[in-house]
């Protein structure tokens, strides 16, 4: 029962912020509520939400996020923002079949597909336009 209400919480957070968090920045968030909270729990519950694709780990950032795109089949394209960090998901199934499609010829069998890629959202390149 404990671990559903880590789970809820760590949810909670991911949801209402657009940036990712690290495990070490969920675990002291969370202290305040619970201070006897240990890193081993924070991850056994990263690993159950990103298991149920409730929230993708930013693999290059070692930080997670919630999914914002709800359930899927496929994994999708995460973009991230240099400036200000924000994080988006987008479904691109076309995209990641090929690349999908592409290593399995090559005789690789993927077993966790991330795409993620790094650059300028909307916002932020809009600014570095004007300036």
Not at 61 to 77: F, K, M, Q
């Amino acid at each position: 029962m404990r671990s559903e209400v880590i789970q809820k919480k760590i949810l909670r957070r991911l949801t209402n912020q657009r940036a990712p968090a690290t495990a070490y920045q969920l675990l002291d968030a969370l202290r305040v509520e619970m201070p006897k909270l240990a890193p081993p729990t924070i991850y056994r519950a990263l690993a159950a939400l990103t298991k149920t694709q409730r929230v993708h780990r930013i693999e290059s950032l070692n930080a997670y996020v919630a999914c914002r795109c709800g359930r899927h089949h496929t994994p999708g394209v995460i973009t991230i923002c240099g400036d200000c960090g924000t994080v988006e998901e987008a479904l691109a199934p076309a995209i990641v079949e090929r690349v999908l499609s592409s290593a399995k010829q090559t005789g690789f069998h993927p077993q966790h597909p991330v795409i993620e890629l790094h650059g300028l959202c909307a916002h932020c390149a809009a600014e570095e336009r004007s300036a």
